[in-house]
Nanobody
Framework: VQLQASGGGLVQVGGSLRLSCAASGSIFSINDMGWYRQYPGKQRELVAGITTGGYTNFPDSVKGRFTISRDNAKNTVYLQMNSLKPEDTAVYYC????????????WGQGTQVTVSS
């Protein structure tokens, strides 16, 4: 299983970016999908998650600014980031949890998001 993330880049404060992450390979079904981010020297932290049923989860730091969606037909998850702040600058990693037993989590390669002030 491979995850290909795209959409990162440089944006000014208050701007928007949309990240995409497409999963490919031997995929029977996908349960949860989402995004983490990582600051230098820090552990990854959850940015957004979405379940098969569409339930979403966000930390307070991004609520109201970020939205997450998924296209099950394309095995793709999206992260729309609005009103970006300098503290959103980080490397963003997508993940999927495949519907196998036991469930297995796969990570995409990181994509850099830089918000300039």
């Amino acid at each position: 299983v491979q995850l290909q993330a795209s959409g990162g880049g440089l944006v000014q404060v208050g701007g928007s970016l949309r990240l995409s992450c497409a999963a490919s390979g031997s995929i029977f079904s996908i349960n949860d999908m989402g995004w983490y981010r990582q600051y230098p020297g820090k552990q990854r932290e959850l940015v957004a998650g979405i379940t098969t049923g569409g339930y979403t989860n966000f930390p307070d730091s991004v609520k109201g600014r970020f939205t997450i969606s998924r296209d099950n037909a394309k095995n793709t998850v999206y992260l729309q980031m609005n009103s970006l702040k300098p503290e959103d600058t980080a490397v963003y990693y997508c993940y999927v949890v495949l519907g196998q037993k036991p469930p297995h989590l796969y990570w995409g390669q990181g994509t850099q998001v830089t918000v300039s002030s």
